[in-house]
């Protein structure tokens, strides 16, 4: 005996039922006999609704009110016996004919065709499925959905199951995770913001959790990663909106203050380096300062570089110093001893040049001055080399004596130190290494002696032509450069290290001091000191 079943018992509706009950109980036991999910259950419904259809459209003839069972009918798409005509596929049969064989790069095509013959929500969701089950494989597919289609968005025409919307934004997430861990692991900072910043850009991120936990995930790459430039956080701020200044950030404060520290010491660190790596083609004090401090840990080569520094290269010197020590204590394990002040050690005092050839020079004038009031012009300049090795032997020990003075001086080196610092940021000396209390010794001596000689007029000029030198700029002195005696003026003027103002006023005090020894021997102007 052929067994039968009744299509109204499978669509659980009274017998005879109308055409539109019959479709509305179709829809609501679709949503239970999902294609993708009970494909068997589904066919006997779909087998149970079309021949329903068919018994009430075709109702004039007795016999079709009994529904055979699906074992024993014809294919679909085959004619039946007696009067039942040939059935339509149904909508998943067409959307699974049309995902047979389908190319990721040719669904466009495919949505085309399945919006054509009605069955594209049909192949939405196998679709869907397939990227759930396998998002790696279908990466162009996957890309097609988010983008076209904006699936796991609220935007979305389908309502997929949550559980896979889960699966897949889990699967999506964990391989944009993996990447981005790869590009800050290798170095890679344009692929990683390239990468972040298409992943940030779909719709499927809008989504104000999904969004914050990709913020987290970023924010812990950059505290466990060591090597990444300043740059790249900028731009990854700028990409989320985070705010600096505020620190509206999904992590604690604490950390978001680190970042912040990190990114701020690596952009002043890289300035200070790349300043310093150019210091020979474009120095200056700044850059001067970096050089000795990044390039070299060598002392003799500290020494040598500083041995040219300055008064503005210390000072730059003490400003990289203060903020090493009060903005960036992270990064004193630079320097030996963890002590940016090492560089104090490199000011060695430094003695003024030809010293003993100008204090000689100083006193052959201040000699022969002095004995214009007893003697004759001429007598005088026959005398004069006399007077010249009169002034060396007397330079020669004030020498002697300055050595005492040096030891003496040397006890109060803090605060030689302090007052040359002190002279050298005034522009009072040109270099904070001239110690003003260890050189202040022989230069009263020397200012006692012409004093003694000339009187109040030749102790005038003395200290007047160094004040001049005090009050004018570095560049208006002669360089201290070797000479060369075939060239005498030159060598002369490098030695003396005057001025031309400075020239000219000595000069013209040596000729007016010259003309009151001739012509008024004895006046108070130039009396000797002793006899005063």
């Known amino acids: 005996m052929e067994s039968t079943f009744d299509c109204w018992k499978v669509l659980d509706l009274p017998g005879r039922s109308d055409e539109r009950s019959v479709k509305r109980q179709y829809a609501k036991l679709l949503k239970v006999s999902r294609p993708d999910e009970d494909p068997v259950g589904f066919q006997h419904l779909r087998e149970a609704y079309e021949q329903a259809l068919q018994i009430l459209r075709e109702h004039d003839e007795p016999d079709a009110l009994a529904c055979t069972h699906p074992a024993n009918l014809p294919p679909i798409g085959q004619n039946r016996p007696g009067s039942i005509s040939k059935i339509t596929p149904s909508m998943y049969e067409r959307a699974v004919e049309l995902l047979s064989g389908l190319d990721d790069s040719a669904i466009d095509r495919c949505w085309t065709e399945a919006l054509a013959t009605g069955c594209a929500a049909e192949l939405e969701r196998l679709l869907f499925k397939r990227c759930v089950n396998e998002p790696n494989a279908n990466a162009a597919l996957l890309e097609w959905g988010l983008e076209q289609r904006q699936w796991l968005t609220p935007w979305q025409q389908i309502a997929f199951p949550e559980s896979e919307q889960q699966r897949l934004v889990f699967k999506i997430t964990t391989a944009l995770y993996r990447e981005l861990d790869k590009r800050m ?61 505020g620190g509206v950030v999904p992590i604690a404060d604490q950390q978001w203050h680190a970042l912040r520290s990190r990114s701020e010491h690596r952009a002043w660190f890289n300035e200070l380096h790349a300043l310093a790596e150019q210091h020979q083609q474009s120095p200056s004090p700044r850059a001067n300062a970096a050089a000795l401090f990044l390039l070299t840990s060598r002392p003799d080569l500290q020494r040598e570089l500083a041995e040219g520094f300055t008064e503005p290269d210390w000072q730059a010197c003490e400003q990289l110093s203060e903020t090493f020590a009060s903005r960036f204590p992270d990064l004193l394990g630079l320097f030996p001893n963890h002590n940016p002040w090492f560089w104090q050690t490199l000011i060695v005092p430094k003695a003024s040049p030809y010293g003993v050839k100008r204090a000689a020079c100083a006193l052959t004038i201040g000699l022969a001055l002095h004995n214009l009031a007893d003697y004759d012009l001429l007598f005088v300049l026959f005398m004069l080399p006399l007077y010249a090795l009169g002034g060396l032997l007397g330079a020669q020990f004030g020498k002697w004596l300055s050595t005492h003075w040096v030891s003496l001086a040397a006890t109060m080196y803090d605060l030689d130190l302090t007052i040359s610092k002190w002279c050298a940021r005034h522009r009072l000396t040109s270099d904070r290494r001239y110690l003003v209390i260890r050189s202040s010794g022989p230069l009263l001596m020397l200012g006692c002696v012409f004093w003694k000689w000339l009187g109040a007029l030749g102790l005038a000029t003395y200290v007047i032509v160094g004040v001049i030198g005090a009050l004018q700029s570095a560049s208006a002195r002669p360089a201290d450069r070797d000479y060369r005696w075939r060239k005498p003026l030159q060598a002369i003027y490098r030695i003396a290290g005057l001025s031309r103002l400075q020239w000219l006023f000595c000069v013209s005090m040596i000729f007016f001091i010259g003309y009151i020894q001739l012509h008024m021997p004895g006046t108070l102007l130039t009396q000797p000191w002793l006899s005063q």
Do not use: K, M, N, Y
């Open 185 to 245: 692991a290798g170095g890679e900072e344009d692929e990683f913001f390239s990468c972040l910043q298409h992943s940030v850009r779909q719709a499927w991120l809008a989504d104000l959790a999904r969004r914050q936990a990709l913020q987290v995930h970023v924010l812990s790459l950059f505290l466990e990663t060591e090597d990444w430039s300043p740059l790249l956080f900028q731009q990854v701020c700028q990409l989320f909106g985070w705010d600096i200044d």
